[in-house]
């Protein structure tokens, strides 16, 4: 995906949307609900993202996060530059074991070749249940 393919944001959100069938973010149910460069907001299911307890994998929490993180800081580098995940860590706050729960990512910086990113991930009632940060080197596309 080159930046001269697309005309605006919403072009770029669609296209990597595309991209995103039959990777690990479809089959986890990971839907986009909104994104921007200012704002990513993301939904996953927390059913079939347990670990063997029955509650939500912080693998799973990961790969929510990383999926927005990662779209915002494509969103920044866009049209020039394409966004690669260089580091992530997470902190696991409260057990979820149903619903859906929801990923809310801003960036923390936004530079010329590193975008680093916090994503807040709460359950249906609001309840923080993750919070980490994700740093996307950003290269020439």
Not at 54 to 72: D, K, N, Q, R, T
């Amino acid at each position: 995906m080159t930046g001269g393919a697309f005309e605006n944001e919403a072009q770029v959100v669609a296209a990597l949307q595309e991209s995103t069938r039959g990777t690990l973010g479809e089959r986890m149910g990971i839907v986009i609900t909104s994104a921007s460069r200012e704002r990513v907001v993301g939904t996953m299911p927390v059913e079939g993202n347990t670990q063997p307890y029955g509650l939500l994998h912080g693998g799973a929490s990961c790969v929510l996060a990383e999926s927005l993180a990662s779209l915002g800081a494509a969103l920044h580098g866009w049209p020039d530059r394409i966004a690669m995940g260089v580091d992530i860590n997470a902190t696991h706050h409260r057990g979820v074991r149903s619903g859906i729960v929801t990923g809310t990512a801003t960036p923390l910086h936004q530079g010329r070749t590193v975008a680093t990113w916090a994503v807040t991930i709460v359950d249906e009632e609001g309840r923080l249940v993750c919070s980490a940060r994700l740093t996307c080197a950003l290269r020439e596309s």
